[in-house]
């Protein structure tokens, strides 16, 4: 299971990355009491939900490679339909020597398939 999510982060943070794959959700949120996404719609809560990705799986998805936290920024992000959202932005990172990567863009699509259980796109 672990490394399903580090997988999913990988390509969550690919840019325009194409590849699906599946994992837990982590982040209790009202998704998972609904079981849609039409009351996960506000900018903060994907935010947190991503931001509590990152903090739990980055360093496992991009060895070498630590999440400078609360560098995650939605710049965009719009409802496509009751079970999908579309975000984008920036957010930062320090390489493997410490040099810091600021506002480095990321892409992504969250979407719902079933109880507790989200695809990123």
């Known amino acids: 299971m672990k490394k399903t999510k580090a997988l999913l982060l990988m390509f969550f943070l690919a840019i325009f990355s194409s590849i699906q794959v599946e994992a837990q959700q982590i982040n209790k949120t009202s998704v998972e009491e609904t079981n849609t996404l039409s009351s996960f719609v506000k900018k903060q809560d994907v935010n947190k939900f991503l931001e509590a990705f990152c ?3 980055y360093n496992s998805c991009f060895k070498g490679r630590t999440y400078v936290q609360n560098s995650l920024s939605i ?15 920036t957010h930062s990172y320090r390489g493997r020597f410490g040099v810091l990567y600021d506002s480095y863009d990321f892409s992504a699509i969250i979407t719902l398939v079933s109880s507790g259980i989200v695809v990123l796109k």
């Not at 710049?75 to 932005?89: M, Q």
Request: proline share 0%; glycine share 6%; charged share 30%.
């Open 55 to 57: 903090r739990e799986y």
């Open 75 to 89: 710049a965009n992000f719009s409802v496509i339909d009751e079970n999908n959202i579309r975000a984008s932005g």
